[in-house]
């Protein structure tokens, strides 16, 4: 297992993954991927998401109830981003990263090893739920966007939180707010084209849920299933990703990235004047297209979830 970030809807979806970096994957199907190819762009999106992600851990770490942190599960870590920063985060900590696809822990390992980490954040392959069993007790366990994509979500954290320590917390990466990237008019085609993609996105991850194996419809009160589950809220908070115009190239390419998926998912599905409008975004050589347009930018919001085992 593998989470991508984003997604709530602050997703990117990558048809056949998931992952905790900026860009949520979602892996649900047989789909291979070159990963010397989606590994670095993983990366590259965990990276440009970085201050969300260290604002919220800093906020878990200043907590008067803030475990004593020396074990983090860091779940569906992709290629390591996340695990990395928590070992900065909490110094007494071994992080161990978590997730299914090899080349990516591989990614972790040499991410760990550049940024002097190496003694302290390790990898375990494993697919969640079929090996909660293996991954031992934890002082904190980064569940991020990867919980949705379990069929009994409850019955998944339940089975999280039967590996914390006492004090132990959950932080639960889900729901936020979906990405903004362009004004609602942009000048061609009929406005408001993103709130359409979301409508979109939203029917497409309702299909996935249901599809899922063993899947449980659940009622989103993230605080009541912590309750649910024997652990007791300890609050929410909702994390700000705001790049304004003129957008970084790296951010730009998210951007580009971003929209690209959509055009190649979405296809079917979308009024034939959309797809038009998409292609022209897409055109480099466009001055109306994402690459040169100057009113490009990058807004979105990820809610963290915390629950405590008393």
């Known amino acids: 297992m593998s989470q991508h970030t984003d997604h709530g809807h602050q997703h990117t979806t990558i048809p056949g993954h998931r992952h905790n970096d900026p860009t949520h994957a979602h892996h649900h199907g047989t ?7 989606m590994g670095p762009l993983l990366e590259q999106n965990a990276e440009l998401s970085r201050p969300q992600y260290e ?34 985060v909490f110094p007494e900590a071994e992080v161990v990263a978590v997730d299914g696809t090899p080349a990516l822990l591989e990614r972790t390992r040499t991410r760990a090893r550049r940024l002097g980490l190496g003694d302290r954040v390790r990898t375990q392959q494993a697919e969640i739920p079929e090996s909660l069993d293996a991954l031992g007790e934890a002082d904190l366990i980064w569940v991020g966007n990867a919980l949705h994509h379990m069929g009994d979500q409850r019955a998944v954290l339940a089975g999280f939180a039967a ?3 006492p004090g132990g917390t ?25 709130a359409r993609l979301d409508a979109i996105t939203a029917d497409w991850f ?22 649910a589950v024997g652990l007791d809220p300890q609050g929410t908070r909702s994390f700000l990703l705001d790049l304004p115009a003129p957008l970084s190239e790296p951010a730009r390419d998210h951007v580009i990235a971003e929209f690209t998926r959509r055009r190649e998912m979405f296809e079917e599905v979308l009024p034939a004047e959309d797809v ?14 994402l690459r040169q347009r100057p009113d490009v930018f990058l807004l979105m919001a990820r809610t963290v979830h915390l629950g405590r085992r008393g």
């Open 170 to 194: 959950i932080a639960l990466v889900e729901g936020g707010l979906p990405p903004r990237q362009l004004p609602r008019d942009i000048g061609i085609g009929r406005p408001g084209l993103e």
């Open 276 to 289: 038009a409008v998409l292609d022209r975004l897409l055109d480099p050589e466009d001055p109306a297209g």
């Open 31 to 37: 789909t291979e991927f070159d990963w010397d190819v």
């Open 163 to 165: 590996l914390l320590r």
């Open 206 to 227: 309702e299909d996935m849920r249901t599809s899922l194996p063993g899947t449980k419809r659940e009622t989103e009160d993230w605080s009541a299933l912590f309750t």
């Open 55 to 88: 604002e919220a851990a800093r906020w878990i770490a200043g907590l008067p109830t803030a475990p004593n942190v020396r074990r983090v599960l860091d779940i569906g870590s992709g290629p390591g981003v996340i695990s990395c920063l928590l070992a900065e």
